[in-house]
């Protein structure tokens, strides 16, 4: 098995969505199927013994209370035959979500547009140890062990109440794996109160003072995790809600420009124009008319 264990993010919404699952028993020589292409993702977590497992060209070994998550699309197969009776829980989830897998976590932005002029839920991404063990296995079973007996449940019941278990396994699979690297956690946090004080005059400094960082290790931290610096999350931030009120009301230009945390109308007009290469009032005239 490898050492290290990569991370699959995956960003919400749309959550993802429990198809089906078993609780399968293999005795002494019994191999996994040989599987590729499929169009889900499979959690699979051991109870006794172990599995031997080659997903493309990484090897794993999944033993009693342990557990591997393998992708969609990808071919996976018994690396060899079961050493000892061995008995595991098997589930597939579908999302229509981005996702990635990687060494390391990755914030990644969900394809819906949520408006953001009333309250709203902002996107989240989801950080899964593709393999772990586990911390708390009697919790984690009883969970699927719920889930599974929840699909003999009559539908219009079942349905709402399996989904809510099966986020629940995937916050607490979520939650019991490797914490968050600081610097992901820290950029966070930043990005949190610039959304909520995006109005403000904020600067590096203003960050600085807030956080209790040196602005340049803040700088570093929102450029791993999002590519960009604080200030360039803020000004994108702010252009995409005066997109937003440019569409869905009739306020004037000046006022748009103040509600998004601009100090003057000429500024707020140039920093529109260098990103969607025209000003906000001919941007508003081709997208809904004058």
């Known amino acids: 098995m490898k050492k290290h264990s990569p991370v699959i993010s995956i960003v919400v919404p749309p959550f993802p969505t429990f198809i089906e699952g078993n609780l399968t028993s293999y005795t002494k020589g019994q191999v996994h199927p040989n599987r590729r292409n499929l169009s889900y993702f499979d959690i699979i977590l051991v109870l006794e013994g172990e599995l031997y497992i080659t997903e ?7 033993k009693k209370d342990e557990g591997l998550i393998l992708l ?3 071919h996976h197969y018994s690396t060899k035959a079961c050493s000892c009776n061995t008995k595991f829980y098997w589930l597939h989830f579908y999302t229509d979500g981005k996702w990635v897998q990687g ?9 819906i547009d949520i408006p953001n002029l009333h309250y709203h839920n902002e996107d989240y991404t989801m950080h899964l140890n593709k393999w772990q063990k586990l911390n708390d296995p009697e919790y984690i079973y009883s969970i699927i062990e719920s889930l599974l007996k929840g699909t ?15 986020l629940s396994l995937l916050k607490t699979l979520e939650e019991q794996g490797s914490p968050k690297l600081a610097y ?12 909520n004080n995006f109005t403000e005059n904020i600067t590096n400094q203003t ?7 040196h602005k340049n290790y803040l700088i570093r931290c929102m450029k791993k995790t999002y590519d960009c610096t604080p200030l360039e999350y803020l000004a ?8 937003n009120l440019l569409m869905k009301t009739n306020l004037p230009i000046s006022a748009i420009s103040e509600q998004c945390g601009y100090q003057n109308v000429p500024y707020f007009s140039l920093s529109f124009k260098k990103k969607f290469a025209c000003s906000p009032l001919n941007y508003r005239k081709q997208h809904i008319g004058s």
């Open 56 to 62: 493309e060209d990484s090897e794993w070994i999944i």
């Open 72 to 74: 969609p699309k990808k």
């Open 103 to 111: 060494e390391s976590p990755v914030i990644l932005k969900s394809n």
């Open 152 to 166: 003999i449940e009559p539908q219009s019941i079942s349905f709402w109440k399996n989904q809510q278990r099966f």
């Open 184 to 195: 992901m956690s820290l950029a966070e946090k930043i990005e949190i109160y610039l959304k």
């Open 207 to 213: 960050l600085s003072e807030h956080f209790h960082f």
């Open 236 to 243: 994108n931030y702010r252009l995409e809600n005066a997109v």
